[in-house]
């Protein structure tokens, strides 16, 4: 039965794939990916020949809907993205609602995202978190950056090396500088690291240390005694 398989990639380490997401990858009859150079060194790593077509956030809003009439009329396709799991900070979200509109199926394999890793080794309370992604560039940002101090469960964000330190900054005027957070950068690869303390502390720490790699935010959540002061 045609179906939108939904295929994690790894964020890191290629051993990071699973067998179930290759023998996907090899039977589908197309893979939608997020930039095909990418996914390419990926297919050659596995052997897989499977045809690739581009499928990224610049085209997406045009291209879903023939993609979900193709699915109808018999194709099966498998949509990656660069690295993790597609439509978690990544594009996939408007094939997806496409597809459950038009009475596609769409399976999900389970496998790699980076947020996961980062906050089961931040050592902060994991059984009640919320999901951010990355924050708002320019209009929205402070009020999301206030919805977040205010917020109880552990928060985790995404960021870039050039934005992490401006990052941490405001984190620090919205939630005090001793609210506690856990920082991990280049999760799976070879110079895997987390940086754990007060804001103000990792702050410091990336200050003095050129941040390098695609990081993870883990911050603890607002007790009680915070909520009161802000």
């Not at 920082?183 to 007060?198: A, D, F, H, M």
């Amino acid at each position: 039965m045609s179906k939108l398989y939904i295929v994690p990639t790894p964020v890191g380490n290629l051993e990071d794939m699973t067998f179930r997401a290759i023998r996907i990858l090899q039977e589908v009859d197309v893979i939608l990916a997020e930039d095909t150079r990418t996914t390419g060194m990926l297919l050659k790593h596995y052997e897989i020949r499977t045809r690739m077509q581009s499928h990224h956030k610049f085209n997406e809003h045009k291209t879903v809907e023939v993609v979900a009439e193709r699915i109808l009329a018999g194709e099966t396709i498998a949509l990656v993205s660069d690295a993790g799991t597609p439509a978690i900070s990544d594009p996939g979200f408007l094939l997806v609602r496409e597809c459950v509109r038009k009475g596609v199926e769409v399976e999900c394999l389970p496998g790699a995202t980076a947020f996961v890793p980062a906050l089961v080794v931040s050592g902060l309370p994991n059984d009640k978190f919320c999901f951010e992604g990355f924050l708002p560039q320019k209009k929205g940002r402070q009020t999301r950056l206030k919805e977040i101090a205010l917020e109880e469960r552990t928060i985790i964000l995404y960021e870039s090396p050039y934005r992490i330190v401006k990052t941490l900054t405001q984190l620090m005027e919205v939630c005090g500088t001793e609210r506690m957070v856990s920082v991990s950068r280049e999760i799976s690869k070879l110079y895997e690291q987390t940086i754990r303390g007060t804001l103000a502390e990792v702050c410091s720490w990336f200050q003095a240390h050129e941040p390098k790699g695609e990081f993870v935010i883990v911050l603890g959540g607002n007790t009680g005694e915070e909520k009161k002061e802000i």
